[in-house]
C-alpha cells in the first residue's frame, strides 16, 4: 500500500511533468537561455557603474571634508 508521502510525491512529480511539457515553460526556458549573456554583462556594466561612481563620491567627500572622512 502507498503511504500518503508517497501519494503526495508522485501527484507532485506527474504535475511537474505537466507543467515541464506546457508551451510557457518551454518558451521561458528558451528565452531565458538565450537572454542570460545579455543579463549578465548587464549586471556586470551597472555594477562596474555604481563602484565607479561610488568611489568618485567618496572621493569629493573625502575633498570636502578635508581628508577626515573615512
Known amino acids: ?15 511537474d511533468e505537466q507543467m515541464k511539457a506546457s508551451p510557457g515553460y518551454v518558451t521561458f526556458s528558451i528565452m531565458f537561455t538565450l537572454a542570460y549573456p545579455f543579463i549578465a554583462v548587464f549586471t556586470f556594466v551597472m555594477s562596474a557603474l555604481l563602484a565607479t561612481f561610488s568611489g568618485i563620491s567618496r572621493a569629493m567627500a ?9
Do not use: L, P
Not at 500500500?1 to 504535475?15: P, V
Not at 573625502?62 to 573615512?70: E, L, M, P, Q, R
Open 1 to 15: 500500500m502507498e503511504t500518503k508521502e508517497e501519494r503526495i510525491a508522485r501527484r507532485h512529480q506527474k504535475r
Open 62 to 70: 573625502w575633498v570636502v571634508s578635508g581628508g577626515k572622512s573615512k
